[in-house]
């Protein structure tokens, strides 16, 4: 007898990598029912083609845009939605969607990207950068009011999946730190093949170029591949938008290009063809290295986070130790990339694939 299963995800409002994981999630089980808080169609085509069952906020003015204001409503959101006719519920969150409730009959599976940041590993960050403009102060001020109660529900609502499934191995101690629950690593998958097919090169590109894809938020640290980029005297590109934009643009100077939010191909195109890609940042796991890799770009990354459980130092590229201009600076300045191999980029990508990704989830949903 099949069994009914759903898929559940805290908002699919943009695309990102984890949205990426949850589409390899109903590739892997088409016939699962999928639901989500908010749903912006318009921004996130991934699933044109599925019913997304979403939750009373989806009639909120604001939610599908600005979907950072409404957390404490998406606990209840969340807790609202009747699962009970399923028989396994897989959950993917950073925030919210492991809360949601389900009866004893229903396993539940919780795929953590990480700890809500803004509550536990990055909760000081947050505080200097809450990321909403001129609202900062009022973010500032309503976080600070409500932490106490936020990190009591949510350490409540990390109780109530039956397994626990963390993104890396950064994830799983952050888990075990913050929800006192043992969990196990499945690594997210990644799209290597579309970074394989070859494309044309970019119009009026130089010759040697550093590449950077990121969302442009502070704790990315594009600053820091804005500036090192600049010392060594290499032309940087950035793929992305965000709210530092502004700040950013300022910091930089003649030889970085911002390309704004580019499509599928575009990225390719400008990853495929770069020398080198930069991950300054510290991150749960990080995809967009894993795919510079399967387009056969060597990667310089900070070591913390997971890009230091994907990126071979000395291999597929370099690890640097500490998250400033001066240390990847140094890093760029003395990287060759006649040094790596592509076959051994491209095998390292393969380790993260989706299909690596699909035997292993099933593996875990039909185990009991």
């Not at 085509?45 to 600005?66: A, E, G, M």
């Amino acid at each position: 007898m099949s069994r009914r299963i759903a898929i559940v995800h805290d908002w699919l409002t943009n695309l990102g990598g984890a949205e990426r994981v949850v589409a390899a999630m109903t590739e892997l089980y088409p016939e699962a029912d999928l639901y989500t808080s908010v749903y912006n169609s318009k921004k996130l085509r991934l699933f044109k083609d599925r019913q997304v069952n979403t939750s009373f906020l989806q009639r909120v003015p604001l939610t599908r845009s600005k979907h950072q204001l409404f957390s404490a409503w998406r606990r209840l959101a969340f807790e609202s939605i009747d699962f009970s006719d399923y028989d396994v519920v897989i959950s993917s969150t950073t925030a919210e969607a492991k809360g949601i409730i389900t009866s004893e009959r229903t396993r539940h599976i919780s795929y953590m990207n990480t700890p809500t940041r803004y509550y536990w590993s990055h909760y000081e960050d947050y505080l200097k950068e809450p990321g909403f403009g001129a609202l900062n102060p009022l973010a500032r001020w309503q976080l600070k009011r409500t932490i106490d109660a936020s990190r009591y529900w949510d350490f409540a609502a990390a109780q109530r999946p039956d397994v626990v499934l963390a993104n890396s191995e950064t994830v799983q101690r952050r888990i075990k730190k913050y929800y006192e629950r043992d969990s196990t690593v499945l690594y997210p998958c990644v799209d290597t093949a579309r970074f394989e097919t070859a494309t044309g090169r970019p119009e009026q590109v130089p010759a040697k170029y550093a590449l950077i894809t990121s969302r442009l938020v502070s704790y990315k640290r594009v600053d820091v591949a804005i500036q090192a980029a600049q010392k060594a005297g290499w032309p940087l590109y950035i793929i992305g938008q965000g709210p530092q934009l502004k700040a950013l643009r300022q910091l930089a100077g003649p030889q970085t290009h911002f390309l704004g939010a580019l499509s599928d191909e575009e990225t390719v195109s400008y990853t495929r063809h770069a020398d080198v890609f930069l991950f300054p940042g510290e991150e749960d796991f990080g995809i967009t290295p894993v795919e510079a890799m399967a387009a056969g770009v060597p990667v310089i990354a900070f070591e913390k986070g997971g890009s230091g459980e994907t990126v071979i130092d000395g291999e597929t590229g370099i690890l640097v130790h500490s998250q400033t201009a001066a240390a990847f600076a140094k890093a760029l300045s003395s990287y060759r990339r006649q040094d790596y191999s592509i076959d051994k980029l491209q095998a390292r990508a393969a380790d993260f694939s989706q299909a690596r990704f699909a035997d292993q989830l099933k593996a875990i949903v039909e185990a009991n």
